[in-house]
């Protein structure tokens, strides 16, 4: 979607979506609308650097166009202000109808999965103004991380870092009657500490919907603990070790596992879930632990859109737009149970609908142990901060490769001894499950690497016995 700038949030939209509607004269037609809020504070070496404030209006239309060889469909996106928008509204929905009649029959559409989704009961208020969020919502976060600067220009630490809040209020109508709106906030804070001379770092990151539940005394502490061990630095080749990947690091190797479970992919040959001699691998043993790997938009804490926006058909349907969604196991009690599927695609190879939903969780039924306790019980091995900087390097198989980042640390008895050299790693998460020896309690995370796209996940410790650093890599 293409963004416009304007001077406040609030009312508007709605009319925006309804006249866009009005104007069409395609067979059927979606709007999809978002209304934006943004604020944020950057700091760096214990100083407030920057604060904003933002707020963005988005507006998609999607025309369908049926004839006797299927529907052919056209989305286009475009600035629409509030007021007085109805040269815009025109210009955009005649395009939207122009690229649906240039655009050859949807391979999506073959069948009776094509039609819209009727209406049925809202969500939300749809003429409530959109919700907003504002520099406010750091009230109580913003005293605190000022008097985590004196603290740490008292101890000799350097804090580098930001924390931004988003509300989105998304507004979904349609041709059939339906009207649908989901207000969802989001928060993210990231923090870096350093020695002074800059040659120990270390990280920590949370996830969070209205920062009341942001401590930042304990953030800070978490970061002051692992900066004091690294002061011992111990040197180790590459190699197999035993390794505690942290929730952070878990979350980042999930979700992009999680993004690759097309059932369309799979079933065509094409990605990991692919069985051998066609079909998917669904109810395949994935892991000999009890683990359970789902998304559901009511988690608590992590509670996202309830129902599916589809800007344009690839994995899933422009022509799913509204579905309901529903709490999914994708591996359930270590099998694989479920891969996200378009209703068309669902009616061509005989199973069931499934949509991806913007979170992920994972738990293990025996999973009770926090990272301290897993430390603990750890004779020698390391312990992962977070990663970054993964990349696929082969679908079949999903081997991703990736670099540690802000302290990898040496077990030895239970205790951490130092800090190490960093790595190059290559593993694929699907392995990685099958080689799990031990999962600790799920808690809440901030995926490092996917952040920017992906915040609601929660995560247990996993204990990997023969983690697979391929390479030393001179990254600090």
Known sequence: MSEQRTGSAG?????????ALALSTADDCIVIAEERTEANLRWAANSLTTNGQMHTTKLMVISILRGADGASVGTVSGPVSVAGADTELTALVRAAEDAARAAGPADDAADDAAELVPPYEPNGDWDAPAAVTGIDVFADFAPALGAAFARARRDGVLLFGFAEHVMSSIFMASSTGLRLRHDQPTGRLEVNGKSADLTRSAWVGQATRDF??????????????????????????????ETLLPPTAVADLMIYLYWTASARDADEGRS??????????????????????????????????????????????????????????????????????????????????????DNLLLVSSQGSKSLDEMIAGTRRGLLVTCLWYIRVVDPQTLLLTGLTRDGVYLIEDGEVRGVVNNFRFNESPLDL????????????TLPREWSDDFTRAAMPVLRIPDFNMSTVSQAS
């Not at 509670?303 to 509204?322: A, H, I, K, R, W």
């Not at 080689?435 to 600790?440: C, F, K, L, N, P």
């Open 212 to 241: 009341t539940d942001v401590d930042v005394a304990a953030v800070t502490a978490d970061l002051d603990r692992r900066l004091e061990w690294a002061r011992n630095r111990v040197e180790l080749p590459a190699g197999r070790y």
């Open 433 to 444: 499950l099958a080689r799990v020896s031990e999962a600790g309690a799920t808690a809440p």
């Open 272 to 357: 990991v879930f692919s069985a051998r001699g066609g079909g998917n691998r669904i109810g395949t043993r994935i892991t000999e632990q009890p683990l359970t790997l789902y998304s559901d938009p009511a988690a608590p804490g992590l509670q996202c859109l309830p129902f599916q926006v589809t800007p344009v058909s690839q994995d899933e349907s422009v022509f799913d737009n509204g579905t309901p969604a529903e709490r999914t196991d994708w591996i359930r009690d270590g099998e694989l149970a479920n891969l996200y599927r378009s209703r068309s695609w669902a009616r061509r190879t005989g199973a069931e609908h499934r949509q991806m939903i």
């Open 11 to 19: 009312g508007g939209i709605q009319q925006l979506v309804e006249r």
